[in-house]
């Protein structure tokens, strides 16, 4: 079952990450790297056109996800397992403190 989120850069949307049988994937939007204030969401994920893949969800993105007392109450109240990080990622981060929020991709 693959899995994606869009990810948005201050409320503008800037890629999408996926999760697949091989791993995951980031890539940017190539309209947003078109742009002049185009950012990257993280200095190890700098702008370019070539897709990220990775075995395991980037670390930028698993930083998101929420922990302690606030991990175990998504876990109850959405009943996600916590090693299902990509889950988490989709359910939890979509209203994130800070810059990049990830909003379930419900097309696939």
Do not use: H
């Amino acid at each position: 079952m693959n899995r994606s989120g869009k990810v948005y850069m201050k409320n503008e949307y800037c890629g999408t990450v996926l999760e697949t049988d091989q791993g995951y994937l980031f890539q940017y939007d190539s309209q947003y790297l078109k742009k002049e204030n185009a950012q990257a969401v993280s200095l190890t994920l700098p702008l370019t056109e070539n897709p990220y893949q990775s075995k395991t969800l980037f670390a930028f993105f698993d930083g998101l996800i929420p922990e302690g007392w606030l991990l175990d109450l998504a876990e109850k109240n959405w009943k996600i397992n916590y090693k299902d990080r990509m889950g988490l990622l989709l359910t939890c981060c979509k209203d994130c403190i800070g810059a990049v929020s990830v909003v379930k991709n419900e097309e696939l």
